[in-house]
């Protein structure tokens, strides 16, 4: 009995914990908002998409106005220098306004270490390398969870749903979380497949350029589809 009721145990906390990051994110299908809405919450509006896209380009365009073909390298500390320092004004802006602030802050972290690593090896596709990680580990975790019949989605959505784990009985409900969860792998893998390459080529340029490309532009689509499905399984009562 005790083998059958631990995994429900541990299912449950973990879809308490991804659910509740969902409804903080805006997305929670009780709440009957528009697919549009929910998109455009989940990026953060245009705050938000300034936040994550600006600094990347910033970097991108630092390094391609003092790219020397000759040495195949551009300005490393002034291109890390700019990206970090405007992520970092992001966050300082928002700490004053005393709005929330985590995910600038997150952003930032990620950025200074990522700059921390380029600087100490002197490689600039070395930026790159914990976003390979981030999506090295979130896509082999969704694959996973999939593939073992307990998809990261489907426990997002039984907890804010209010089923738990119920929805495992519901043979629909398995098979729409099984393959929006191998579709969410299938992104992060995509992005690795088209980018790691890139990094051993050491192609600062294209692996920039790739990164804003299959970033929100791919994200976006993913979750209305992700909303879109979830609707179609929790229609709303008539009122």
Excluded: C
């Excluded at 985590?102 to 002197?122: D, F, N, P, R, V």
Aim: charged share 15%; glycine share 12%; aromatic share 10%.
């Amino acid at each position: 009995m005790d083998e059958t009721e631990t995994p429900a145990s541990a299912s449950e906390v973990l879809g308490a914990a991804l659910g509740s990051a969902a409804r903080r994110a805006g997305l929670d299908p009780a709440e009957g908002r528009s697919t549009g809405h929910v998109v455009w919450t989940a990026m953060g509006g245009w705050r938000g998409i300034l936040e994550s896209v600006l600094p990347g380009i910033v970097f991108l365009v630092a390094w391609t106005l003092t790219y020397d073909s000759e040495t195949r390298t551009g300005n490393l500390p002034l291109s890390l220098g700019l990206s970090v320092g405007l992520a970092a004004v992001f966050t300082i802006v928002r700490l004053i306004q005393r709005q929330s602030a985590s995910a600038a802050i997150g952003g930032l972290i990620a950025a200074a270490a990522a700059a921390g690593l380029s600087l100490w090896t002197g490689r600039g596709e070395d930026s790159f390398i914990p976003g390979f990680l981030t999506n090295t580990i979130y896509g082999t975790a969704f694959l996973v969870s999939a593939l073992v019949g307990w998809p990261l989605i489907g426990l997002a959505v039984g907890f804010l749903m209010g089923e738990g784990t119920a929805w495992r009985a519901d043979r629909r409900k398995r098979r729409v979380f099984f393959w929006l969860s191998l579709a969410w792998a299938s992104l992060f893998a995509l992005r690795l497949i088209v980018q790691v390459p890139l990094y051993f080529a050491g192609d600062v340029t294209a692996l920039g350029t790739l990164k804003l490309v299959m970033g929100l532009p791919l994200f976006a689509p993913l979750v209305a589809v992700t909303w879109l499905a979830v609707r179609a399984l929790y229609p709303r009562a008539p009122k």
